[in-house]
C-alpha cells in the first residue's frame, strides 16, 4: 500500500483456508471502499476426488483472488473473452441478407430516463427516452443500424458479430485453467501461476511503462507477463 501509486491496485491470490481472513486486513490497510472484487479462478476443470477415502467435504478445483484498489483513480481496462458457440447461437440470431454478416439487436432506450440526462423524442412513431443525441440516432438510422421489427414496436439497434470485442470478463474466471504436469511453461514451482492469468490481471489495471511489483515473485511469471502485455 506504501508504494502503490494513487491509480494502483493489489491482487492478491489465496485459497479459501485464508481469504476471509485477507480480506479484513486488506479492509482495514486500503479502506472497505476501495475493495474491488473478490475473483473466482477456476484452476482446474477436474480434479482427483478423494470421495474413495471418506473425504466428507466437495474437492476444491478454484482459488481466489482479492483485488483492491489504492484509490478511486485506478487504472482500469475491461477484459474480454471469445464468444463461445452457444452464446452465439443465444444471442446473434439474425443473418444480414446482403452481407451474410450475423447481428444480434440492442435496445437504444436511455436507463433512468429524464433522471440521467437522456433525451427523450419520436424514433419511428416510437417516443422513448433514448441514450442517444437526435444527430447520432440519425446517423445510425442512415447507416441501416437501426431496425424497427414491426410498426409500433420499439426500435433497436444492430449489433454485429465481426464488431465485438467479446464476452467481457467478470469475477468468475473459467477460461484459464491451471498448469498441468506436462504443460510447456511449467518450471516445477509448486504453486506457480499460468503467464495468461497474469497477462489479464496486468493488462486489466496498468498501462504501458508502467511498474508492476510482485514482492513474492516465485517463478518469475509476473515478470514474462509483464513483457508479453
Avoid at 498501462?207 to 509483464?226: R, Y
Wanted: glycine share 10%.
Amino acid at each position: 500500500h506504501r508504494v502503490l501509486k494513487p491509480t494502483g491496485s493489489l491482487y492478491l491470490h489465496c485459497d479459501s483456508t485464508a481469504s476471509h481472513y485477507l480480506k479484513i486486513i486488506l479492509d482495514t490497510i486500503f479502506g472497505s471502499e476501495n475493495f474491488g472484487n473478490e475473483i473466482i479462478w477456476k484452476r482446474a476443470e477436474t480434479v482427483k476426488g478423494n470421495f474413495g477415502q471418506g473425504r466428507a467435504t466437495f474437492d476444491p478445483n478454484t482459488d481466489t483472488i482479492l483485488f483492491c484498489r489504492k484509490s478511486g483513480d485506478n487504472v482500469f481496462h475491461p477484459q474480454f473473452k471469445d464468444y463461445t458457440e452457444d452464446y452465439v447461437e443465444q444471442f446473434y440470431k439474425h443473418v444480414e441478407p446482403e452481407t451474410k454478416r450475423l447481428y444480434q439487436l440492442i435496445s437504444m432506450t436511455g436507463p433512468g430516463g429524464a433522471a440521467k440526462g437522456n433525451p427523450q423524442y419520436e424514433v419511428m412513431g416510437v417516443t422513448r427516452y433514448w441514450r442517444y443525441s437526435r444527430e447520432k440516432m440519425q446517423e445510425l438510422i442512415d447507416a441501416g443500424l437501426v431496425v424497427q421489427t414491426s410498426p409500433g414496436a420499439v426500435p433497436r439497434r444492430k449489433l454485429y458479430l465481426d464488431e465485438g470485442k467479446g464476452v467481457a470478463v467478470q469475477t468468475l474466471w473459467d477460461d484459464i485453467p491451471g498448469l498441468h504436469s506436462q504443460a510447456a511453461e511449467r518450471m516445477g514451482y509448486p504453486t506457480q501461476k499460468p503467464v495468461a492469468l497474469l497477462e489479464r490481471i496486468i493488462q486489466a489495471s496498468s498501462n504501458e511503462g508502467d511498474v508492476v511489483l510482485d514482492p513474492f515473485c516465485g517463478s518469475g511469471t509476473t515478470l514474462v507477463a509483464a513483457f508479453r502485455a
